[in-house]
């Protein structure tokens, strides 16, 4: 059993930054793949980034490359993203996703369907 539990979010205006951070229980030391989603009202769940935290490059949809930054904490369940240069389009429920025992490089390529999600933290971004 992955239990994921998320963190951060909130508001803040055009321009403005957050960070989200979320953990994975059940399977300590054993390295995941982490990532974040976010869905909008009316559209579909996106990927937003994902990084495999026993190392290799993060994945970054298009639209936030450059601007959000996942990043592994301290631990090999547990990662963060550093959210910059917010627009008002990136106002979503976001959540984060974790899976232990995956594929690094297909984890890489952001080519994942996630068995086990967090609750979702809202970040709202008005312009």
């Known amino acids: 059993q992955v239990d994921v539990a998320e963190s951060g979010g909130g508001s803040v205006q055009a321009g403005g930054s957050l960070t989200l951070s979320c953990v994975a229980s059940?399977?300590?030391?054993?390295?995941?793949?982490m990532g974040w989603f976010r869905q909008a009202p009316g559209n579909e769940r996106e990927v937003v980034a994902v990084v495999h935290t026993g190392g290799g490059a993060p994945y970054y949809a298009d639209s936030v490359n450059g601007r959000f930054t996942i990043s592994q904490g301290a631990a090999s369940n547990a990662v963060t993203l550093r959210m910059s240069s917010l627009r008002p389009e990136d106002t979503a429920m976001y959540y984060c996703a974790a899976d232990p025992v995956f594929n690094p490089i297909r984890c890489g390529r952001g080519e994942w369907s996630p068995n086990h999600w967090g609750q979702g933290t809202q970040v709202t971004v008005s312009s």
């Open positions: 059940g399977y300590r030391g054993q390295s995941h793949c």
